[in-house]
């Protein structure tokens, strides 16, 4: 069984009109949230056997606070080719993992998570199932799993949305 987490990075900022998109941080808002979803997958007891993260500094930031979180070392692959990529892309990516990683997580960005969370998902509590079509907020986390030991077996509809952490519904 392999199991996967899409991870959208947490709120950030817009002070800075200077910034490109590429490089805004994370606000307050965003650092809190980051933190209460490690804090929660830990709890949950998902650790992630590696990480593929969009080079997006928020994205970056996300994963660093819910790396802190979980209090491990996980191995990351930072790619810019996750940056605003399309779920098509991301669902390649995810394919390429090798196959001794059990538990992947990706940190991107939206629309890219929503799309791919809902081409993926196709069974699940029917109210999980709902929240994940309806909206994949700022540092929202889909937890999916899969009944393959093959990443690159992983295909649309196959997925179990076990949980779709949001971060509001944990402060």
């Known amino acids: 069984m392999k199991t996967l987490c899409l991870m959208r990075h947490a ?7 200077t910034l490109a998109d ?3 941080p994370l606000n307050e808002r965003g650092v809190e949230a980051a933190g209460l ?4 997958l830990k709890h949950r007891g ?9 080079t997006a500094r928020r994205a970056a930031d996300t994963l660093t606070l ?6 491990r ?6 790619d810019r080719g996750l940056y605003l990529a399309g779920a098509p892309a991301l669902l390649e990516a995810l394919r390429g ?6 538990t992947l997580m990706l940190v991107g960005h939206n629309p890219d998570m929503h799309h791919l969370s809902q081409h993926l998902a196709g069974f699940g509590d029917p109210k999980v199932l709902r929240a994940v079509a309806e909206k994949f907020p700022t540092g929202g986390c889909a937890i999916l799993t899969f009944e393959t030991g093959r990443w690159r077996a992983v295909s649309p509809g196959q997925g179990h949305l076990v949980e779709f952490v949001r971060p509001r ?3």
Do not use: I
């Not at 998902?46 to 969009?54: F, G, M, R």
């Not at 819910?66 to 209090?71: T, W």
């Open 11 to 17: 709120k950030s900022g817009w002070d800075d009109p």
């Open 97 to 102: 993992a090798p196959d001794s990683v059990g």
């Open 46 to 54: 998902v650790h992630p056997d590696l990480v593929l993260c969009s």
């Open 66 to 71: 819910v790396l802190e979180a979980l209090g």
């Open 169 to 171: 519904l944990l402060a």
């Open 73 to 78: 070392e996980v191995p990351v692959e930072h």
């Open 37 to 40: 979803v490690g804090r929660h």
């Open 22 to 24: 590429h490089d805004r």
